[in-house]
C-alpha cells in the first residue's frame, strides 16, 4: 500500500514528457537501423529506458535529506567519480580518438554523465549554505575548483564538449545563487582568456579545425565540414511534415554521420518536419517549465538549487545539440537528452529525475 501511496505522488506529467521524449528517440534510433538492418542499438535502447524508469521509482523512495545534510557523502560521490575520470585515460578503451567510456560487453559506461549529476548535488549543497555570501569571491573561486578537476580530466580525454557543459553548469548555478554583476563580468573576461590561450597552447588540430569550419563552412566542405553540411540538408529536406519514418535521403543513404546520438535532431527534422520539431521543443520546453515550477514551490534552497542546476543542464544540452545540427555552434558532440542514443546519459536523467520527485513529494506534504 506504501508503494502505491508513494506512485499516487509521483509528478506523472514530468514522466510523460519524459517518455515521450524517449519515445521520440526510439522512433528514430529505429528509422536510422532501417538501412543497415542491425536494431541492436534500438534494442539496448529499449532497455536503457525500462532500467531507467524503474531506477527512477526506486530513488523517489530514498529521502533527498540524506544527501543535504550528510557533505561526507557527497564528496565520496565526487572522488568516486574522479577515480572513474582518471580511469579512463589508463584502462578506457579509445573510440573516434577519444577515451570517454568503459567498455562492459556490448555496453559502454560514460562516467562523465554521473559525474553531471554529483556535481549538481554538490554545488546545491556549497551554495545552499552560502547564498547570503555570494558577495566573496572566494566561495566563486572554491566552487569553481569543484569544476575544474573532472573538467580537467575531461580535457585530457579529450572531450572539449563535456568540458562546455560543466562549465556552462558552473556559471548557471551561479547566477541562480546570486552572483553580482561585476563578478559575473570578470568570469566573462577570464574565460575569453582561457580560450584565447587554450587555443595556442592547449587545443588538438582537430578541435581548431572543427571552430573554423563553424566560422568557414567552405573550409574542408569534404572533412570536418561535412557532417554540419549534411546535417544542414537533411534539416532543409523536412519542410512541413518530412519525408516519413525511414524515408529520409541524407539519413537513410548514410549521408548523415551520427545520426542516433549528435546528429538525431537532423534526422528528426528531415523525416517528420516542422511538425515533428515543433512537438519535439514543446515537450522540452513543457519539461523546464514543470521543473521551475517545482522549484519556485520549495522553501528551501538545497533542493532548489538542485532542480534549477538539473533545468540548466538540460538546456545547456539541448541547446548546444540543437545549435550543431543547425550549425549555430560548431560540433562538440553533445547528445540531445532522452532523445538520443545511450544508457548511461539515460540512467543519469532517470535518476535526477527520481531525485526530483522525491523533492516534490516532500513539497505536496508540506503545501
Known amino acids: 500500500m506504501e508503494i502505491l501511496r508513494q506512485a499516487q505522488k509521483l509528478d506523472w506529467v514530468l514522466i510523460a514528457i519524459a517518455t515521450a521524449l ?16 542491425d536494431f541492436l542499438n534500438f534494442q539496448k535502447q529499449i532497455i536503457f529506458f525500462g532500467l531507467g524508469i524503474s531506477l527512477m521509482f526506486l530513488v523517489s523512495f530514498f529521502d533527498y535529506r540524506g544527501f543535504k545534510n550528510n557533505p561526507y557523502l557527497i564528496l565520496a560521490a565526487y572522488f568516486f567519480c574522479l577515480l572513474a575520470l582518471a580511469g579512463l585515460l589508463f584502462f578506457g578503451p579509445e573510440i573516434r580518438g577519444v577515451k570517454g567510456w568503459y567498455k562492459v560487453g556490448p555496453v559502454s559506461l560514460d562516467p ?3 559525474t553531471k549529476l554529483v556535481l549538481i548535488i554538490l554545488l546545491a549543497k556549497y551554495f545552499s549554505l552560502r547564498h547570503v555570501e555570494m558577495y566573496r569571491v572566494r566561495h566563486i573561486l572554491l566552487s569553481g575548483f569543484y569544476i575544474s578537476l573532472p573538467a580537467a580530466l575531461i580535457f585530457f580525454q579529450p572531450d572539449m564538449g563535456s568540458v562546455m557543459v560543466l562549465v556552462f553548469l558552473w556559471i548557471g548555478v551561479l547566477l541562480i545563487s546570486g552572483i553580482k554583476l561585476r563578478h559575473f563580468l570578470a568570469l566573462t573576461f577570464c574565460g575569453l582568456l582561457v580560450f584565447a590561450s587554450s587555443w595556442m597552447f592547449l587545443l588538438k588540430d582537430y578541435q581548431k579545425e572543427r571552430v573554423v569550419s563553424f566560422i568557414q563552412p567552405q573550409f574542408e566542405p569534404l572533412g570536418i565540414g561535412w557532417s554540419q553540411t549534411q546535417a544542414k540538408i537533411a534539416i532543409g529536406n523536412g519542410g512541413l511534415l518530412g519525408q516519413g519514418i525511414g524515408q529520409g535521403s541524407q539519413t537513410q543513404y548514410g549521408f548523415l554521420s551520427e545520426p542516433q ?26 519539461f523546464i517549465w514543470r521543473l521551475l515550477k517545482i522549484a519556485s514551490r520549495v ?4 533542493p532548489r538549487l538542485f532542480i534549477s542546476g538539473l533545468a540548466v543542464l538540460l538546456a545547456v544540452q539541448i541547446f548546444i545539440n540543437i545549435g550543431m545540427n543547425l550549425g549555430l555552434l560548431p560540433i562538440i558532440g553533445i547528445p540531445l537528452p532522452f532523445v538520443s542514443y545511450g544508457g548511461s546519459g539515460m540512467l543519469m536523467f532517470f535518476t535526477a529525475l527520481g531525485i526530483l520527485q522525491n523533492i516534490k513529494t516532500g513539497v505536496d506534504r508540506t503545501s
Open 112 to 114: 562523465i554523465e554521473f
Open 22 to 37: 524517449v519515445a521520440f528517440g526510439l522512433l528514430l534510433i529505429y528509422s536510422c537501423s532501417l538501412s543497415s538492418g
Open 261 to 286: 546520438t549528435d546528429f538525431i535532431f537532423s534526422a528528426l527534422a528531415e523525416e517528420t518536419g516542422l511538425a515533428g520539431v515543433t512537438v519535439l521543443l514543446t515537450l522540452f520546453s513543457l
Open 299 to 302: 522553501q528551501s534552497n538545497f
